[in-house]
Structure formats: structure tokens, C-alpha cells
């Protein structure tokens, strides 16, 4: 018999705590609840412990973790509460699937690559003994995948993983999530890596499912814009903490917590910005760098055509591309780093060699790039300094002790504690790492920047302080910009200009006011509708 | 996935093809008068004239060369000059006595390496891991012949003195007629190939458990023995087939010691004896044989990467 | 943390690396005194004996040829385990340099080098090895040579692998934005960056190079009598395995011994260099 509880929660998480194989603590007494049919979002950067929350929801803890105390109580859609850590793995997994469902980050890496993607949900229905026959189970295949936006039919059934876009596969994972009807579902951040379309798609699905079924959801997620688009409640977690929590509305307008409000200054917004005097684009004078018919085929087929930009002096153009458009190929071409391109890139009116190699010292002095990710982008091996260094001992005559006075200036330059300079990346944070990019690429003082998805690799309140020192040195140096992104809400935060790269085209340009308030062309205002906002 | 296969077979003749090149090269290196080296300084000058014709060394190195590759592929193997026999009857028989003991050696040590290393894998960090882990570390540490005088020492001189030490087959009599005298050299095999197949199944396997489908798999609410045969093993397949095929190559090798070391009437032994006799042609022959199995299996194993790999499969279905 | 220093630091720590640097050392520093450790701990030259086979005289008594079997163990490593270098550091520093010039530059060249790759490699190395030896006859810069050029190819096939994995970082790109030549980011950018596999490929083909070298000697086409050889012992001795086993003995444990030492180490640096990338990755 079932206790007459007001709103009886399908899961209670209540002082959970874990820690690793050595005892250091990854969860510091971690409460929530979830009612039938609401979301909350958990919150958190990396290495928040967010993940390592959501996966105990299914008594899963991963190698090398342990739970140290707490109860995970999961409440099936018909039955009594179970105490989910008090029982053995063989009843954890006959759980899993039924009662409590997960749904992974990268759907590429959790679909079995050598299974058909119809075996794969009715495999869970069969492992769970749903339906009473084969045919049964074949027909709530179909219907689940349709319930997810996708053909039901057999031969879509039949398709391997690979043969499915990034979007396609995550609902596949949802559907088999929801294959069974379980009563919550753990979503971990499930549309990392997703453009701003397909991710509008899957959270539709989502929020639809969730209500319609009375599922109880997990959202664990970086995002606060889409945290504002899904969740009812909020938990915002630190260091394996919740510092706050409370309803959507409460968290996102009325943050409490320093960390909270830290967070949502943090979070870039189409509306927000907008205090950098935005320069008018200048008429007359000869742009910094101006690209013409510039195309590139890989192998037969285009991936840029007859694209043509300009960046003016001291000005930043924010080149908007989704992944696959072209962008990072037009950003190396600019750069001499792919020489297979017809067409010409011109730095102050004079056309540039293809490759780096056929460059004058001047000119790489002149065009510098900022890479995406700092964790690639420095060698391991070298310390901070003599990273920023090797740009200088290629391309200028300075002297050993002009070059280290000018690194030490540059560092100081992007706020990179001179303590660092001798240390290896790998003791850095990703924002330090980054800064110490930004400093090898200034330390040439460079007339044309190029940073190419600069953000996207580090957490996101890091990401507003980059997007802040490259505005500030901006300010102080007059280094004219080619900022690429897929991220249009970072507009008004950094550019003077907008140009919109799709299928290797431009399709819009313009200033960043204008394309924003009046987009011209209909994927443009595509992206607009489905950027999520605070 | 057809056209991927054809490629690869296109490639592995042309690499035959180059072996054919190697294999001939290596004769032009024999110093001074090559049938003066291989007949040594007492040989007559009528003697030294007969080896000339009979190798052809009075035509150019092409001519040389094509004859000699026309008759590997007519299956002319040319002459030994140790026993002035033809060259494939000489090896006719030890071709089939070496292979008794190559397939015996490669069955039972790439399913005994597939069992022990998905066996542990399953287990690791526990004290069978650890076990099993060191020991094949230690194993796959040593030279065939230490592990072979090793077995001699213990399992038929010294210690327990029950299989004989040496292949005592009467010439014409096929050596799996007394099983007893195989033992002791597949046993050397074994030990020498499993450690390795042990060693790359478990790691491939660790890798596969930690992945994201075999996660995935588990929160689904998979049982665990489904995870394994369904969502596991398939993917483990793949690239151990290609390592078992470079051991395999080895065995091809290590059969050459231990034929030696058991006094093994297999192609091993033959080319020893060829080498100490300078018997250019068989020494050739020989090696030529050993690298096209390599080939071969190394060709087979391709494809049975390619086979297991989804991705590549379904390119021809569309 | 991935400085070099902390991947030998890491791996020491294990205990596999500390038995098998303690195993490694005593063979190495046995073979390389025992030539006038020999004679001074036993009071005799090997021939001491001469005329007295398969006597209990000495510490090990004499072989066929009566001569002193302890002695001749004594002497017995240090061409092994000279020749055992020499062909690692060919094959190594061939096979890197092969390895890393066509993971980098890809293309025609990446094709040709690793083409000629397959043909070396379509042979088992000891096969390759007999085939030299039938055509040159059994001589040490040989054997060094054929087992270093048959390294190679192996060798080179984990450098490239290794190089193709760095070439595609950023800091390569880096670095080709300021026009830095081909031979500095091979030296100063992908090297230092793929040491970690090199080293573990360094240990295995010493390791396997022991094992040739001793392969060939026992062989007997490898180091020639009468010099005192492990390999060449264990040929010699065999025979008589049964009224004189410390002539098969105690190279066959010697060996065993220095192979399990490297391997042990090898293990350890594997581990070690593992770890380090699971921790980039991380």
C-alpha cells in the first residue's frame, strides 16, 4: 500500500555522499527531489561533480568512485519506493531502464557502433521482460521512435549508428531511454555538441515526453540559457556541493549565491553587451584584411565558395558558422595554414602568399591566430614563456633578453600572473592556458587576430573573462579581429560587425545591431529563434 | 567495402612482388664469385663452371632474376646444391610436418590467449588478474630456446623425464605418428605466442568495458553476461585479429628454433641446414615461403577487420 | 603533470620496474666484470682444464672439451649484451627517424617509407637475419646490422603512429604559423612530445634483440667457437645436458633473467606513459 503523500516525489536523493578509492571526497552530502513531470536542471561546471550525482540516481558509480552514505530512493511508476544503494547490482539493474532511464552526453560514443539502432531499443524491452511477445515489443519500438520525431519504420530500424546525424542518434538514445516507460530519467548534458537547431529539436522532445508521461527528469547541464528554456526547478552545484536551489524563475532572476550570480553574469546573451562603443564600418580607408572569391574543395567537393569579407582597421567581424560550414577552413586559410585555396586574402591592400612558408617575417608577424582548444594548443613540453617566445625567435632579430622582456610585458598584458611563466601548460586551468595563447599570438603585435572558437573549450564563467581581456586589449591595442564562433549570443559582447557562414557561403553580412534587430535571410533568422535566452 | 578488400589484396602482391625482388637481391651480395663462395676454395674449375651454368650467372642480373621468378611461379623452386635435388622435393614433406606444428601451436595459443585474456580483463585489479598478468609478462619475456631447454629440463631429462627430448622419426614416416614427440615443441610455441595474445586481449578488452556502449549497455539495465557477448567481445575482435596475425608471423620464426632445438625434420631445420651448407637456392626458397604465409595470414586479417567494422561494411549496401 | 621526469618517477614507483631494474642490473654488471672476474675468482683461465671433459673440477665443473664451464659462464655475456645494444640503438634511431618523417609529412612519402615498411616486415626477423647470414656468413657487424634494420620498420611504425597523433595537435600549427622549419618541429615540437612510446618501444626491442642475438649463437650462426658465448654455451652443451647441465644451466637462467629484467622495466614505462595519456585526455 502507498502513503497518501501530497506530491509523492519519483525520486529522493537525500545526503548523498561519495568519494574516491583513496577517500577524497567527490560528493559532499548532495539532497534533491524530483516530483512526476518536473525537470530540474542541475548546474555546474566541470568538475562540479554534477555527473558523478546524476549517475548515483541509478546506483551506478564509476571506477574509481564509491558511495560513502546517503540514500537514492526511486519510486516505479507502480510500486513501492526502493532504496536504490541498498540493493545488490543484479536488482540495480533490473531497475535501470524500468524505473530510472539515462541518457548520455555523447550519443556517438554510447550507441553500440556494431548494432542496428532498432536492436538496440528493443534490446532494453527484452533485458526488462516489456510486452508479452516479440511482436509486442517490435510494435513499441515503432511507436517510441516516433514519439521521438524519428521513422519508425524497419528500415530505419535497421540502420547503424554511424548512418545517423548527431541529432538523430540523441533521440535514439531518448527513445530508448524511454522505451520502457520509466518514471525518471537522467539526462546528462544531452545536447553537448549539437547546433542551436538540432538542440531546440531534442529539448522539445524532451519537455514534451517528460510532461505528457509524467516522467520525472534529471537535466544535468553547463547551459543556463537552456536551463531558463526547460527547467522548473534549479540546482546549482560547487564542488560537490548544491549551494543553491529553488524554482527556475527564483535561481535565474534571484540569485542568491555569489557563485549563482557569478554564473548568470557569466552567461553571454543576444540582448546583453553592448557597452563597447561599436565602431561605424569605415568607407574609405584600406581594410586590414580583406578576403576575395576565396574557395576551397576537399577532395571534389566544396566546403567554401567565393567568399569575400573585409575586417577594417581595429575592427572585430564575428564570422557566425554552425560546425561544418567552412569556418575553421577559411580561418586557416587566412592564416597560410591550408595553401589549397583559389582567391586571395590581402593584408593592408596586398595580396598574401598561400602558405606560411612563402610569407615575409613581416607579414606572420602581422596575421596571428588563436586556436580553439589551450589544451592543444601549447606544446606539453615547453614552459609558458618559452612558449610565448618561439614566435619571437622565429620571426623578429631581437636579442635573448629583448625577447624575454618583451614575453614578460605580454604576459602582464593578458593579467597572467608572472608566477606562471615557468611553469608547463599542464599546471595552468584552461583559462590561464588560454590567456597564455592569446599572449603568443600578441606577442608579435599583430594587425589582424584571428580566434577561432577561442571559448568553446573551457567552462563557461571562464569564457566571459577571455571574451572580456580580448575586448580590453581590443580597446588598448587597435588589433583588428576576425572572431569566429558558432555562438551568435556572443555578438553584441565583441563584434562591430556580423558575416554568416553557411554551406561554405556567406549569406548575410552586416553591423552586429542591424543583422540582430532585422535579419535578411531565413537561417539567419533561424539561429536567432532557436538561440536560447536567459 | 568489396573495393576496400580488392585494394588490400592488390597491395599484398605488389609487397610479394617486392619480397620476390628482396629475396633475389640478397644472392647479388654473396662476395666475390658466388659459386666460388658457395663451393668453397677447393673447388675444381670444372666444378665452379657446371654451378655457373646451372645458376645462370653468365646472363645479366634481369635475366637472372626473371627466370628465377618464372620458375617460383611454375613452381620450380630451381636446384639445392647440398643435395642436387630439386629444391620442392626436398622441402615437400617438412612443408607438411612444419605446418602440423604451426596449426597446432596456433590453435591452442590463440584460444588459450582469448579465454586468459578476456578471463582477466573481466577480473581486473584482482588477484587472478595479477597473476595471470605477471606470469605472461614474465613468459613473453624470454627467448623460444630458454623456454624450450627449459621444458627439456623439466619434462624430459631432469626433473620428470616423460616426453622425449628429440624428434626420433624414421626418414618417410610422418612425425604425427607418434604424438608423444610433438608435445614438448608445440608446448615451447605455445608459450611463446599466448602471453602476447593474453596480454593485447585483456587490454583491448579493458578498453571496450570502459567505453561509452558498454556503460551505456549497463544502465540500460543489460545482465552483465548479455554486455559482455553482446555489446564487448564483437569489438575486441577486430584489432586482436590483427595482433594474432603478427604473432603467427612470429611463430613462423620461432619454429625455425625450435625445429632446431628438437631436431624437428620441418622447414625450420631445412633452412639452418641450408644456411650453414650456403644452399643459396633453398635458403631462397625458404624464405620466400615463410614471408608469403606471412602475407597471407596478415591479408586474412585485414579482412577480417574490415568484416567486423560496421562502419566499413555498410558502405556497400548503399 | 607530464614532464619526462615524472614518467620515469611514475614508474618507478611500481614494483614491477624495481625487480626488473634489480634483475637487469646484476645480469649487466655480471657480464660485463665477469670477463676478469673470471679468472680471478676462480684462479684459471677457461682452459685449465684442458684434457679432463665432463669433470666435477672448478666451481661448475668442464665441459666436452674440458673446458672450466663457470669461467666460460663468467665471459660469456658481454657480446651479447654489447651486440644487443648496438642493434637496439640502429633499430630505434632508424626506425624513429623513419617513423617520425613519414607520420609528418604524409602524403607520397608517408606512402613509400611504410610500403618498404610492409616488405621488411613480411619477414619473421629471425628469417631475415638467416637470410643475410646465408649470403655473408655468420659475422658480428651483421648480426647488429640485420637486427637493427629489422627493428626499423617496427620501430617506425609506433613512431609514426605516435607522430601522426601529435602533427594533428594545434601547437604543430603553431608553430607552422611562424614558419619554423620541418626538421625543428620534428626536433623540438613532435619529438619531445612522443617519447613516452619510444621509450617503451626502446625496452622491447632490447629485450627482442637479446633474444636474437642469443637465438643465432645458439644457432651457431651467431658468435663462433671457440669464443665463450652464452647463446654458443647452451649449443655446445646441450648435448651433454644430461651429465653436464650448469653448461645449459646457467645461460639459459642468465638470459631468462636479463630478458625478464627488461621486460619487467618495459612494462613499467607502458604503464607509466598509459597513464600520462589517460590523464591528457582526462
Known amino acids: 500500500m502507498t502513503t497518501q503523500v501530497a506530491v509523492r516525489h519519483a525520486l529522493v536523493v537525500a545526503d548523498l555522499r561519495v568519494e574516491t578509492v583513496t577517500g577524497t571526497p567527490v560528493l559532499r552530502g548532495v539532497s534533491y527531489e524530483i516530483a512526476p513531470g518536473e525537470v530540474l536542471a542541475l548546474v555546474g561546471e566541470s568538475g562540479s561533480g554534477k555527473t558523478t550525482a546524476g549517475l548515483a540516481a541509478l546506483g551506478h558509480f564509476r571506477r574509481g568512485l564509491v558511495p560513502a552514505g546517503g540514500t537514492v530512493t526511486a519510486c516505479p511508476r507502480d510500486g513501492d519506493p526502493v532504496p536504490m544503494l541498498e540493493l545488490d547490482e543484479r536488482q540495480r539493474r533490473s531497475l535501470r531502464g524500468t524505473t530510472v532511464a539515462y541518457i548520455p552526453q555523447d550519443p556517438a560514443l554510447s550507441l553500440n557502433p556494431a548494432l542496428r539502432v532498432g536492436r538496440q531499443i528493443a534490446e532494453v524491452l527484452e533485458a526488462h521482460g516489456y510486452g508479452a511477445s516479440g511482436?509486442?515489443?517490435?510494435?513499441?519500438?515503432?511507436?517510441?521512435?516516433?514519439?521521438?520525431?524519428?521513422?519508425?519504420?524497419?528500415?530505419?530500424?535497421?540502420?547503424?549508428?554511424?548512418?545517423?546525424?548527431?541529432?538523430?542518434?540523441?533521440?535514439?538514445?531518448?527513445?530508448?531511454?524511454?522505451?520502457?516507460?520509466?518514471?525518471?530519467?537522467?539526462?546528462?548534458?544531452?545536447?553537448?555538441?549539437?547546433?542551436v537547431t538540432t538542440q531546440t529539436l531534442v529539448l522539445r522532445t524532451v519537455a514534451q515526453l517528460t510532461a505528457e508521461h509524467g516522467v520525472a527528469a534529471l537535466y544535468i547541464t553547463h547551459d543556463l540559457a537552456v536551463v531558463a528554456s526547460i527547467a522548473d526547478r534549479v540546482a546549482v552545484m560547487l564542488g560537490g556541493e548544491i549551494v543553491e536551489a529553488g524554482t527556475a524563475e527564483e535561481v535565474l532572476r534571484r540569485p542568491q549565491h555569489t557563485y549563482t550570480r557569478e554564473l548568470i553574469d557569466a552567461v553571454p546573451d543576444l540582448d546583453g553587451g553592448g557597452e563597447q562603443a561599436r565602431r561605424a564600418p569605415e568607407g574609405s580607408a584600406t581594410p586590414a584584411l580583406a578576403v576575395r572569391e576565396l574557395s576551397v574543395a576537399f577532395g571534389g567537393s566544396p566546403v567554401l565558395r567565393h567568399v569575400g569579407l573585409t575586417v577594417g582597421e581595429g575592427e572585430c567581424l564575428l564570422l557566425l558558422g554552425e560546425s561544418g560550414s567552412g569556418k575553421t577552413t577559411l580561418s586557416r586559410c587566412v592564416a597560410g595554414l591550408n595553401d589549397r585555396y583559389t582567391g586571395t586574402v590581402a593584408l593592408d591592400g596586398r595580396p598574401l602568399a598561400a602558405s606560411t612558408r612563402r610569407r615575409t617575417a613581416e607579414e606572420l608577424r602581422a596575421v596571428q591566430?588563436?586556436?580553439?582548444?589551450?589544451?592543444?594548443?601549447?606544446?606539453?613540453?615547453?614552459?609558458?614563456?618559452?612558449?610565448?617566445?618561439?614566435?619571437?625567435?622565429?620571426?623578429?632579430?631581437?636579442?635573448?633578453?629583448?625577447?624575454?622582456?618583451?614575453?614578460?610585458?605580454?604576459?602582464e598584458r593578458v593579467r597572467l600572473d608572472p608566477a606562471l611563466a615557468g611553469r608547463l601548460p599542464d599546471q595552468l586551468s584552461g583559462g590561464e592556458r588560454q590567456r597564455a595563447a592569446i599572449a603568443r599570438a600578441l606577442v608579435t603585435t599583430p594587425r589582424v587576430l584571428l580566434c577561432d572558437e577561442v571559448t568553446s573549450a573551457l567552462d563557461v564563467s571562464v569564457q566571459a573573462t577571455i571574451i572580456d581581456l580580448l575586448c580590453e586589449l581590443r580597446e588598448e591595442l587597435g588589433t583588428a579581429m576576425l572572431f569566429v564562433t558558432h555562438n551568435i549570443a556572443l555578438a553584441r559582447h565583441i563584434a562591430d560587425r556580423i558575416a554568416v557562414l553557411q554551406g561554405g557561403e556567406i549569406v548575410e553580412s552586416g553591423p552586429v545591431d542591424e543583422v540582430l534587430t532585422d535579419p535578411a535571410h531565413p537561417y539567419t533568422r533561424e539561429l536567432l529563434a532557436n538561440t536560447p535566452r536567459m | 567495402m568489396v573495393r576496400l578488400i580488392a585494394r588490400r589484396l592488390v597491395i599484398s602482391v605488389a609487397v610479394l612482388w617486392l619480397v620476390t625482388l628482396l629475396v633475389f637481391v640478397a644472392t647479388l651480395l654473396l662476395p666475390g664469385d658466388p659459386a666460388r663462395a658457395i663451393l668453397g676454395q677447393q673447388a675444381t674449375p670444372e666444378r665452379i663452371a657446371a654451378l655457373h651454368a646451372q645458376l645462370g650467372l653468365d646472363a645479366p642480373v634481369w635475366e637472372r632474376y626473371l627466370n628465377w621468378l618464372g620458375g617460383v611461379v611454375t613452381g620450380d623452386l630451381g636446384t639445392s646444391t647440398a643435395s642436387q635435388g630439386p629444391v620442392a622435393e626436398l622441402l615437400g614433406g617438412r612443408i607438411a610436418a612444419s605446418l602440423v606444428l604451426l596449426v597446432l601451436a596456433a590453435v591452442i595459443s590463440t584460444a588459450a590467449g582469448l579465454a586468459l585474456g578476456t578471463w582477466t580483463a573481466l577480473r581486473r585489479g584482482r588477484r587472478a588478474d595479477h597473476a595471470v598478468s605477471g606470469a605472461s609478462l614474465v613468459v613473453a619475456a624470454l627467448p623460444e630456446f630458454v623456454i624450450g631447454v627449459a621444458l627439456v629440463v623439466l619434462l624430459s631429462t631432469t626433473v620428470?623425464?616423460?616426453?622425449?627430448?628429440?624428434?626420433?622419426?624414421?626418414?618417410?614416416?610422418?612425425?604425427?605418428?607418434?604424438?608423444?614427440?610433438?608435445?614438448?615443441?608445440?608446448?615451447?610455441l605455445v608459450l611463446v605466442v599466448a602471453p602476447y595474445i593474453t596480454r593485447m586481449m585483456r587490454a583491448t578488452m579493458s578498453e571496450v568495458l570502459d567505453s561509452g556502449y558498454v556503460e551505456m549497455a549497463r544502465l540500460k539495465g543489460i545482465p552483465e553476461r548479455l554486455v559482455i557477448t553482446r555489446h564487448a567481445l564483437p569489438h575486441a575482435i577486430?584489432?586482436?585479429?590483427?595482433?594474432?596475425?603478427?604473432?603467427?608471423?612470429?611463430?613462423a620464426g620461432g619454429v625455425v628454433v625450435v625445429e632446431f632445438l628438437f631436431r624437428y625434420p620441418g622447414v625450420g631445420q631445412a633452412l639452418i641446414d641450408a644456411v650453414n651448407n650456403r644452399d643459396v637456392e633453398v635458403v631462397q626458397a625458404i624464405t620466400l615461403l615463410i614471408a608469403a604465409v606471412y602475407i597471407v595470414v596478415n591479408l586474412l586479417a585485414d579482412i577480417v577487420g574490415i568484416l567486423t567494422n560496421p562502419k566499413l561494411r555498410s558502405e556497400v549496401s548503399r | 603533470m607530464s614532464t619526462q621526469s615524472t614518467v620515469f618517477r611514475r614508474a618507478l614507483a611500481l614494483p614491477q620496474a624495481r625487480i626488473g631494474l634489480v634483475l637487469t642490473a646484476a645480469v649487466v654488471l655480471l657480464a660485463v666484470l665477469g670477463p676478469w672476474l673470471g679468472p680471478w675468482l676462480t684462479g684459471h683461465e677457461t682452459t685449465a682444464f684442458a684434457g679432463k671433459p665432463f669433470r666435477p673440477d672448478g666451481a661448475a665443473g668442464t665441459d666436452g672439451l674440458g673446458r672450466d664451464v663457470f669461467t666460460r659462464f663468467l665471459a660469456g655475456g658481454a657480446t651479447l649484451l654489447l651486440y644487443a645494444a648496438l642493434a637496439t640503438a640502429l633499430g630505434v634511431v632508424l626506425g624513429t627517424a623513419l617513423g617520425m618523417v613519414a607520420g609528418y609529412s604524409g602524403g607520397r612519402l608517408d606512402s613509400v617509407i611504410m610500403r618498404g615498411n610492409d616488405v621488411l616486415l613480411s619477414f619473421p626477423q629471425l628469417v631475415f637475419a638467416l637470410l643475410a647470414i646465408a649470403m655473408l656468413g655468420p659475422q658480428g657487424w651483421l648480426l647488429v646490422v640485420v637486427i637493427g634494420i629489422t627493428h626499423a620498420p617496427r620501430v617506425a611504425r609506433v613512431a609514426r603512429q605516435a607522430t601522426v597523433a601529435v602533427a594533428g595537435s594545434d601547437f604543430i600549427r603553431a608553430a607552422q604559423m611562424y614558419a619554423m622549419p620541418r626538421w625543428r618541429i620534428l626536433l623540438r615540437e613532435v619529438l619531445p612530445n612522443i617519447t613516452g612510446p619510444l621509450m617503451v618501444e626502446l625496452g622491447l626491442r632490447l629485450t627482442y634483440s637479446i633474444g636474437y642475438v642469443a637465438s643465432l649463437s645458439f644457432l651457431g650462426?651467431?658468435?663462433?667457437?671457440?669464443?665463450?658465448?652464452?647463446?654458443?654455451?647452451?649449443?655446445?652443451?646441450?648435448?651433454?645436458?644430461?651429465?653436464?647441465?650448469?653448461?645449459?644451466?646457467?645461460?639459459?637462467?642468465?638470459?631468462?633473467?636479463?630478458?625478464?629484467g627488461t621486460n619487467l622495466i618495459t612494462d613499467s614505462l607502458a604503464s607509466a606513459a598509459a597513464g600520462r595519456e589517460k590523464e591528457v585526455v582526462a
Not at chain 1, 513499441?140 to 540502420?159: C, M, S, W
Not at chain 1, 588563436?370 to 625567435?393: D, H, K, M
Not at chain 2, 577486430?238 to 611463430?251: E, K, T
Open chain 2, 238 to 251: 577486430g584489432p586482436v585479429a590483427q595482433v594474432i596475425a603478427i604473432q603467427l608471423a612470429w611463430l
Open chain 3, 221 to 260: 650462426l651467431g658468435v663462433q667457437p671457440p669464443a665463450a658465448d652464452w647463446g654458443l654455451m647452451i649449443n655446445e652443451n646441450r648435448i651433454a645436458l644430461v651429465v653436464q647441465p650448469w653448461g645449459v644451466l646457467l645461460p639459459v637462467l642468465a638470459i631468462a633473467v636479463l630478458t625478464v
Open chain 1, 369 to 411: 591566430y588563436v586556436f580553439q582548444s589551450p589544451y592543444s594548443s601549447l606544446n606539453p613540453r615547453r614552459t609558458i614563456a618559452q612558449s610565448v617566445e618561439v614566435p619571437l625567435e622565429m620571426l623578429t632579430d631581437l636579442d635573448r633578453a629583448q625577447r624575454r622582456e618583451r614575453v614578460a610585458a605580454t604576459l
Open chain 2, 160 to 188: 620428470f623425464p616423460l616426453l622425449p627430448s628429440v624428434t626420433l622419426a624414421p626418414p618417410g614416416e610422418p612425425v604425427w605418428s607418434r604424438p608423444s614427440q610433438l608435445v614438448l615443441p608445440v608446448l615451447t
Open chain 1, 135 to 195: 511482436a509486442e515489443r517490435a510494435a513499441r519500438v515503432a511507436e517510441v521512435l516516433t514519439e521521438v520525431g524519428l521513422p519508425g519504420d524497419e528500415a530505419y530500424q535497421r540502420r547503424y549508428p554511424h548512418e545517423l546525424s548527431g541529432g538523430q542518434q540523441q533521440r535514439v538514445g531518448i527513445a530508448m531511454a524511454f522505451a520502457c516507460r520509466p518514471s525518471v530519467v537522467v539526462l546528462d548534458e544531452p545536447t553537448t555538441g549539437l547546433d
